[in-house]
């Protein structure tokens, strides 16, 4: 089992949707989680980083952790063309060293 | 800071050459990592070092490949000798606290 399962997708949604990307992960231990941002041709740039369980909400972006179902979402609100990228969510072991990512959610937002 | 440096931004090449990447971290940072991005499998680590020192290599798909990270501002990956199936954007990313963060990637196209 791979520490963190990520549907592919592809996603498609029109301009204004409610957006969830969600992940899965296998190790109760890992208390980080981060959700990256790619576009097209570029590197992952952080979007959203939480500890433990909870929300954590930045615009129009809110990250969610349930920590009981070993699960977390990126929610997307009032998805705009500009969010059309990749989504990659991502857990840190607890020593720091070692990054476990998901394969990564492809959204396309249509005007 | 100007963030992660890699280059060249693209390569291509054929079957057998010999295959240099080079990242400049962001300064101050510790840990730096290689990656390779492929659609089928996502973000795979091919190593990361700690403070210049090789810690993980497991990742290293086979003894064609080789990384060295001889001061702490710049890191190589190699391929020799190179194989089309090493086609693949290869990432490199420094690391400070649980944060990596990421170069804009090499394209790799093996002929």
């Known amino acids: 089992q791979k520490e963190v399962e990520q549907d592919p997708g592809p996603l498609s949604v029109p301009e204004g949707a409610i957006v969830s990307l969600n992940c899965t992960y296998s190790n109760s231990a890992f208390q980080y989680f981060m959700w990256y941002r790619q576009y097209s041709r570029k590197g992952p740039e952080l979007l959203m980083y939480?500890?433990?369980?909870g929300n954590k909400e930045d615009g129009r972006f809110t990250a969610q952790v349930d920590k009981s179902s070993k699960y977390i979402s990126l929610f997307i609100r009032d998805s705009q063309p500009s969010d059309s990228a990749t989504y990659l969510c991502a857990t840190i072991s607890n020593t720091g060293n070692q990054f476990y990512f998901g394969t990564g959610t492809s959204l396309t937002v249509i005007p | 800071d100007a963030g992660v440096i890699q280059s060249p931004r693209h390569e291509v090449t054929e079957m057998g050459q010999e295959v240099t990447l080079r990242c400049k971290p962001i300064s101050g940072h510790n840990s730096l990592f290689w990656y390779r991005q492929t659609m089928m499998r996502g973000l795979e680590l091919l190593i990361y070092f700690n403070n210049n020192v090789p810690i993980d290599d497991s990742g290293m798909p086979e003894d064609r490949f080789s990384a060295k990270m001889p001061n702490a501002s710049f890191s190589t990956l190699k391929i020799q000798p190179s194989e089309p199936r090493d086609s693949a954007v290869y990432f490199c990313?420094?690391?400070?606290?649980?944060?990596?963060?990421f170069g804009a990637g090499t394209r790799l196209s093996v002929l």
């Open positions: 990313a420094s690391q400070q606290k649980n944060i990596q963060y």
């Open positions: 939480t500890y433990s369980s």
